[in-house]
């Protein structure tokens, strides 16, 4: 029999903390940073009510709980989201950006340190505990993708490789083979191939 040592501790396993902050990142650069999806051309919210509502639909559709979120936060975390776009896909070129995530972590005293309240066992975390929102979700986010840069995984940052779409994701594939950012673009690459075989 073996002891899960995470099952002692109460606290998440590092892999489901830092995969949660990378998918936020993801949520946050597909909402606010992108301007093809799917094939068409999409305009991001310009303002700052726009980009809250945005941002609090895509929370609540993945599952997440709203946050007390300004307008003012979420022109700040558009500003996030584009520092953070050319981290997804760049697999060869990943030093490039590196210099640009390290100045991010710098910016928003990314430090990882535990903290928590007084009726519960202390958490992980990578802002210090009086942070401010933007803040704490962007030195979340970024230690998250140095992390997962560091293991050398970068390739599992991906963006889309269909035609006129730049989602990007975090492939959790065994064998970090996806290519796509959904099974929409996938079929539509697939057609798109197989039109130019019968062209051919």
């Given at each position: 029999m073996?002891i899960?040592?995470?099952?002692?501790?109460?606290?998440?396993?590092?892999?489901?903390?830092?995969?949660?902050?990378?998918?936020?990142?993801?949520?946050?650069?597909?909402?606010?940073?992108?301007?093809?999806?799917?094939?068409?051309?999409?305009?991001p919210?310009?303002?700052?009510?726009q980009?809250r509502?945005?941002?609090?639909?895509?929370?609540?559709?993945?599952g997440r709980?709203p946050?007390?979120l300004?307008?003012?936060?979420?022109d700040?975390?558009?500003?996030?989201?584009?520092?953070?776009?050319?981290?997804?896909?760049?697999?060869?070129?990943?030093?490039?950006?590196?210099?640009q995530?390290?100045?991010?972590?710098i910016r928003?005293?990314?430090?990882?340190?535990?903290h928590?309240?007084p009726d519960r066992?202390?958490?992980l975390?990578?802002?210090?505990?009086?942070?401010?929102?933007?803040?704490?979700?962007?030195a979340d986010?970024g230690?998250?993708l140095?992390?997962?840069?560091?293991?050398?995984?970068?390739?599992?940052l991906?963006?889309?490789?269909?035609?006129?779409?730049?989602?990007?994701?975090?492939d959790?594939?065994?064998?970090a083979?996806?290519r796509?950012?959904?099974?929409?673009?996938?079929?539509?690459?697939?057609a798109?191939?197989?039109r130019?075989?019968?062209?051919?």
């Amino acid at each position: 029999m073996t002891i899960d040592p995470w099952r002692i501790t109460g606290q998440p396993e590092i892999d489901s903390y830092v995969g949660g902050r990378v998918e936020l990142a993801v949520l946050l650069v597909n909402c606010l940073a992108v301007t093809t999806a799917h094939g068409r051309p999409v305009t991001p919210p310009q303002s700052g009510e726009q980009r809250r509502a945005a941002i609090i639909a895509e929370l609540a559709a993945a599952g997440r709980p709203p946050s007390a979120l300004t307008a003012a936060d979420a022109d700040r975390l558009a500003e996030v989201a584009g520092q953070l776009r050319p981290i997804f896909g760049a697999g060869d070129r990943i030093l490039a950006v590196v210099e640009q995530l390290n100045d991010l972590l710098i910016r928003h005293k990314a430090v990882a340190n535990l903290h928590g309240h007084p009726d519960r066992p202390p958490v992980l975390a990578f802002h210090r505990a009086d942070a401010g929102l933007v803040d704490a979700w962007a030195a979340d986010m970024g230690t998250a993708l140095a992390m997962v840069i560091g293991v050398g995984q970068s390739v599992r940052l991906g963006a889309c490789q269909a035609g006129k779409c730049a989602l990007v994701f975090f492939d959790t594939t065994r064998n970090a083979s996806r290519r796509f950012c959904d099974l929409s673009c996938q079929n539509r690459a697939k057609a798109s191939a197989y039109r130019a075989r019968r062209r051919a």
